[in-house]
């Protein structure tokens, strides 16, 4: 039996070099110790056979936590590459823990060890060892047997459960990195935060009260250009700059730290493609109008002239890039576009900048922008700020757009858009050479991004982007944002209510808004403005609207919304329902289809027995569906019912495709629906309920049985009736309900 403390004996030989943090006593419900020793350059490396495979353990870099748990038979090393990758749990059998005349933290250790690596697999160590120790008498029978119970006893507890391992070893391994950290103990959580491109090292840090922050520390060399930062930051928040707001900063042991005010929301990069086009363009106004905002700022006095500042920067641009090996297509138009148009950095004016102004550098916290890493802040052109909004402009045009109006509060000069190409093209030629060091997959992406700059600019010969949406325009009713092509007098709304909701991604040239009077709620569907997404004349639009009320009123049924009063109004004509409290399938609104699309398969096949049950009672009285998609489909949780709407295209029977490719989405059309002159019935009725059933329970373009999440006797069912041979579908609504249950 040997005794080893809570450093290893191995550190006392020779050649290994190592610190250690200083032992601890951990908080926790019973009596426990740790430290991290951290190998030093110049140590020896350490390699090892574990069951077969050689285990580099220990060398420069390495780090071992430990940690010595005073009520158990064990202690544990936690081993960690350079890199911060685990690479095992190395676990010390012992005849028992103790603290030794000195203080220190020990166990006499029976020989016995257990490896534990990440992939799960458990290797055990040193039995021959541990049978030599009691056939030489080093240690007794029980001592032998009780190693074997410990050893199987760590095996069978939650100690061999790597995701509890990995959650107990990083948080004492972040623990121990920031011991040093002047308010280390005010913290109940510490978390590492990996995202990013900076050296800092970043975590989000939580206070006993619940408050969370942004902790970043940054090595010491870097202090005067952090200090700065900090004392700009908080010259930026004075303002009421939606931000992380700065809160503290100073030096510890491990650089330089601040801690700011941390965001609880979601990256914008992520969330923007889930919004509306008119959420995107009304977040966009916001964005450009926090960005005036910090502008206001002023640069020093003592700032250099920006024309010749950025002229010499333009100069070293172009012969790093010439010089970095890596070119795209069509670099001599970004590099003309440049030398034409240096006569405009003449006079122009300097003030702060954010320096990296993007969608990857915004949040939504609670519906509100909010701007984050501060990190490349400057003084310069305000119009220089706009360099980055290619990013921006690659995920949302709208938002693009909207940041751009927001800013000029308006529609911007065409010096400004001569100016932000100029910006644009010297920034794509820098982002070349910046992406080498970081690989492949970085330099594919900007390369990509110079296509994409040449190809919004057609070479560099129109200074206004392809992107820019010069004709999108915004109204508001009752502070909710809605989209138009033009103007259009909504005041006649008033009379229905307040708006909270409208709904402007239609194309049939509809707009419909969520009317509140009270309690009371309605849905008011209107024809006769210029909705944005129309595809069709404003008099064929109201014609329709007109149509609709027979509709609805020859369609009645549980599961369709009430018509309430269908007339004239506003110039145009509109029809109100009672408003539904429910998720809808449809893609335009893809925040309400994920809520949708999450509901369980149980829920899914009552919601399909429903709209079977509507369409075969559309059948029964004369009519044909036209136009019936997944934009039709919702369902209220709450009420657990099935509601269709959107029917204005149904028709009576028996119906001719006058148009060829008739209205409605491909992906629930059948072939007689592309077809001049074909007639349009209850046939292909079947193939939009079998086209709605893939929605529903596969993939709605991929209609394999991989895909498929019923059985295979359903897939059949639903596969027959998308057959695009009429004679080989089922024949009748009523045929394909009958098959459907008879499998369901």
């Given amino acids: 039996m040997r005794k080893k403390d809570i450093l290893g004996n191995f550190v006392k030989k020779p050649n290994v070099l190592y610190s250690h943090t200083p032992i601890r ?36 870099g390495y780090k071992w936590l430990m940690y010595l748990p005073m009520d158990e038979y064990w202690c544990v090393t936690a081993i960690y590459s350079p890199s911060d990758e685990l690479l095992e749990w190395y676990f010390d059998i012992s005849r028992r823990n103790f603290i030794d005349e000195c203080g220190v933290p020990c166990i006499d250790d029976v020989f016995l060890d257990l490896v534990i690596l990440p992939d799960g697999e458990v290797i055990t160590i040193d039995a021959d060892e541990l049978q030599e120790a009691l056939d030489i008498g080093e240690i007794s029978k029980e001592d032998f047997d009780n190693a074997y119970i410990v050893h199987d006893q760590i095996k069978n507890s939650k100690w061999s459960n790597i995701d509890y391992l990995k959650e107990i070893s990083n948080k004492l391994l972040l623990e121990h990195e920031l011991d040093d950290f002047p308010e280390i103990d005010t913290f109940v959580d510490i978390k590492p935060i990996t995202k990013g491109w900076s050296e800092d090292k970043k975590y989000c840090v939580t206070k006993a009260n619940g408050t969370k922050y942004l902790l970043r520390i940054t090595p010491v060399s870097q202090y005067e250009t952090r200090k700065s930062l900090y004392e700009m930051q908080k010259q930026v928040a004075a303002l009421d700059v939606q931000m992380c707001v700065p809160v503290e900063f100073g030096t510890c042991n491990d650089g330089v730290y601040s801690l700011q005010s941390w965001i609880c ?119 220089e700020e706009f360099n980055r909004i290619v990013w921006s402009a690659t995920i949302s045009p709208h938002f693009a757009t909207g940041q751009i109006r927001g800013y000029f509060d308006g529609e911007p000069s065409i010096e400004f858009f001569k100016l932000m190409a100029f910006y644009i093209a010297s920034n794509t030629l820098s982002s070349i050479y910046w992406a080498i060091p970081f690989g492949e997959s970085e330099i594919d992406t900007i390369m990509k991004q110079s296509q994409d700059v040449l190809a919004w600019y057609d070479n560099m010969t129109n200074p206004l982007p392809t992107w820019y949406l010069k004709n999108f ?87 369709l919304t009430k018509l309430i009063i269908a007339e004239e109004i506003g110039d145009g004509f509109a029809c109100v329902f009672d408003w539904a409290d429910a998720e809808c399938m449809g893609k335009m609104y893809p925040q309400s289809r994920k809520r949708f699309l999450q509901l369980s398969t149980e829920v899914k096949l009552q ?15 004369g009519y044909v569906a036209i136009d019936f998609y997944d934009g039709c489909i919702m369902y209220n949780s709450n009420k657990g019912r099935t509601i269709i ?33 074909a007639i349009i019935d209850e046939i292909t009725n079947v193939y939009t309920m079998g086209a709605t059933a893939f929605a529903l329970f596969g993939d709605e373009c991929d209609r394999c049985i991989e895909k498929w999440k019923l059985s295979k006797e359903l897939f059949n069912v639903a596969k027959k009736a998308v057959n695009d041979e009429r004679d080989n579908r089922q024949q009748t609504i009523g045929q394909f309900i009958a098959e459907w249950g008879r499998h369901g």
């Avoid at 922008?369 to 490349?376: A, E, G, N, P, V």
């Fill in 607 to 621: 919601v399909f027995d429903d709209i079977l049950a509507f369409h075969s009672h559309v059948v029964k009285q």
């Fill in 473 to 559: 325009y915004i109204q508001w009713a009752n502070d909710v944002p809605y989209k138009l092509k033009a103007p259009y007098d909504f005041s006649f709304l008033s009379k229905y209510g307040k708006a909270f909701k409208v709904f402007d991604d239609q194309d049939s040239g509809n707009i419909c808004f969520g009317m509140a009077s009270g309690d009371n709620k309605v849905f008011v569907k209107f024809a006769g403005a210029p909705t944005e997404r129309s595809n069709t004349t404003r008099k064929e639009a109201i014609n329709r609207m007109k149509s609709t009320a027979q509709i609805y009123n020859d369609l009645e049924h549980p599961n």
């Fill in 265 to 383: 929301g979601e990256d914008l990069e992520v969330v923007l493609p889930m919004l509306s086009e008119t959420e995107q363009y009304v977040l966009g106004l916001v964005s450009g109008e926090i960005l005036r905002l910090m502008h206001s700022v002023p640069a020093p006095q003592t700032q250099e002239d920006w024309e010749t500042r950025f002229n010499r920067k333009t100069d070293t641009i172009i012969e790093k890039y010439i010089e970095c090996g890596q070119k795209f297509d069509g670099d001599e138009h970004i590099i003309s576009y440049i030398e034409r148009n240096r006569n405009l950095l003449k006079n122009r004016p300097q003030c702060f900048q954010h320096g990296d102004y993007h969608v990857g550098n915004m949040m939504l916290e609670n519906g509100k922008l909010k701007i984050i890493d501060f990190d490349r802040c400057d003084f310069g052109d305000p119009w």
């Fill in 645 to 677: 709407c959107d029917i204005e295209f149904y028709s009576k029977a028996p119906y001719k495709n006058k148009i060829g490719r008739m209205w409605g989405s491909s992906r629930f059309m059948s072939p007689e629906e592309f077809q001049l002159d």
């Fill in 25 to 60: 006593k951990l908080p926790w419900d019973h009596e426990s110790y740790t430290t991290l020793i951290t190998f030093l350059p110049k140590c020896s490396d350490l390699r090892v056979d574990c069951g077969g495979r050689e285990m580099h353990l220990a060398g420069y």
